[in-house]
C-alpha cells in the first residue's frame, strides 16, 4: 500500500473533469482522461484511465498498456479503449496508460522522466529522484491490486500489455517486476512486436532455422542487459538471474508477433546485439518462441502470430488473440 501519501489526482490541463468520470460513464478520449499520480517517491507520472483510480465495485478486470518509442501513451489508451469496445467489456474494465517521459517531452516540475531508451528496461529516472520505471510500475501495481483494502473487490484479472517498444518493456518487466501484492488476482502479461527479447543464456539462432549456439566474436556486449542477463541494471541486480529466470519462466505470458511485421526500418533495433536475434520483428518472435522451447520450465508462456497484421499497435490490441487475453 501507498500509506499515507496515496494517489493524488490532479486536476491539470488534460485531466478528467465533471461527467466524463461518472461512475457508470467510462472516459474514453485521452484528450479528456489524463490525470496526474502523486507516487510516494516524491514525484508525478503522467497517465490516462477510462476510470477513476477510486473503488469500484464494477471494476473486475484491469488493462494496464504501454506506449511505444514515441512515447504517445495517449493514443494507446485508445486504442485500448476501442478494444474493450469491441469485446463490450469497457463498463467493467479499467484501462490504464502510463507516460513514461523524457527530457524531449519537456516534464513539468517534480514530473518523473527517463532517457529514451531507459525507461524500457527499468532504467532509473533522469530526474534528481533517480526512480526505475519498473519501480514505478510496481507502484501502480499496489495501487490496483493492494494485497489488503483492496479497491476494485471483484477483481480478477491485470493484465499488462504492450507493443513494440512498450513490449519490450513488458518481457522486461515480467521477468524482472514485483507484479501484483494479491494473489487472489491473476496477472497477465501480453508483449507483441518487440524489437528485441531478454534471452538468458549466450545462445541465439540466425538464420530462423539454425541451431541455438554461443555465436561467433564480433558483437561483445550480445548479452548484456536489456538483451541478456549480463550487466544487469540496478532493478534488476536486485532481483538477480535465478530469480529473473523463474519469473520469465512460469509467469503467465503471451507473446504475439503481426505476421506481416517483416520490415526492417528506423524503427527496428539494427545494433548487433539485435541483430543476433534476428533480421527483423518476426523472425526475432519465431526464434524466441522456438528458444523458449529449450528449457523444460519454461511452461509459463504462450505464442500465437497474427495474420495480416504488420506493425501496428492499434490493430494488434484490436485483434482477437490480444482482446482474449486481455477482456476474457
Not at 115 to 133: A, F, P
Not at 179 to 205: H, I, T
Not at 224 to 252: C, H, Q, S, W
Amino acid at each position: 500500500m501507498l500509506g499515507g501519501i496515496g494517489f493524488l489526482v490532479a486536476v491539470l490541463g488534460l485531466a478528467c473533469s465533471g461527467p466524463v468520470l461518472a461512475r457508470d460513464l467510462p472516459c474514453g478520449k485521452a484528450a479528456a482522461c489524463g490525470d496526474w499520480l502523486a507516487l510516494s517517491t516524491g514525484g508525478l507520472l503522467r497517465y490516462y484511465g477510462s476510470l477513476p483510480l477510486e473503488r469500484s465495485e464494477t471494476v473486475d478486470r484491469v488493462v494496464i498498456v504501454i506506449h511505444g518509442n514515441g512515447r504517445n501513451a495517449d493514443d494507446y489508451f485508445e486504442h485500448a479503449v476501442a478494444a474493450a469496445r469491441l469485446d463490450e467489456r469497457l463498463d467493467t474494465t479499467l484501462i490504464l496508460a502510463p507516460n513514461y517521459r523524457t527530457r524531449n517531452d519537456q516534464p513539468r516540475t517534480g514530473e518523473h522522466y527517463w532517457g529514451s531508451g531507459g525507461w524500457k528496461i527499468g532504467d532509473r529516472s533522469r530526474d534528481r529522484l533517480r526512480v526505475s520505471s519498473f519501480a514505478v510500475m510496481d507502484e501502480l501495481l499496489r495501487r490496483v491490486c493492494p494485497a489488503q483494502a483492496t479497491p476494485f473487490p471483484k477483481l480478477r484479472v491485470v493484465t499488462l500489455a504492450g507493443h513494440s517498444a512498450g513490449a519490450q518493456f513488458v518481457n522486461r518487466y515480467l521477468a524482472g517486476g514485483k507484479g501484483c501484492p494479491d494473489p487472489a488476482v491473476e496477472v497477465r502479461f501480453l508483449v507483441m512486436n518487440p524489437s528485441s527479447y531478454l534471452y538468458v543464456d549466450g545462445r541465439r539462432r540466425r538464420p530462423t532455422s539454425g541451431p541455438f549456439v554461443i555465436p561467433p566474436t564480433g558483437c561483445p556486449g550480445y548479452d548484456d542487459y536489456k538483451y541478456g542477463l549480463g550487466n544487469l541494471n540496478r532493478y534488476m541486480r536486485g532481483v538477480g538471474p535465478a530469480e529473473i529466470r523463474r519469473r520469465l519462466f512460469t509467469r503467465r505470458s503471451w507473446y504475439l508477433a503481426g505476421q506481416a511485421d517483416t520490415r526492417a526500418g528506423r524503427s527496428l533495433d539494427q545494433r548487433c546485439e539485435a541483430a543476433l536475434q534476428g533480421e527483423h520483428r518476426l523472425a526475432r518472435y519465431l526464434n524466441y518462441r522456438d528458444y523458449a522451447r529449450l528449457f523444460p520450465g519454461w511452461n509459463g508462456a504462450q505464442h500465437a502470430s497474427v495474420p495480416g497484421i504488420g506493425h501496428s499497435g492499434r490493430e494488434m490490441l484490436a485483434s482477437e488473440p490480444a482482446r482474449r487475453v486481455m477482456f476474457r
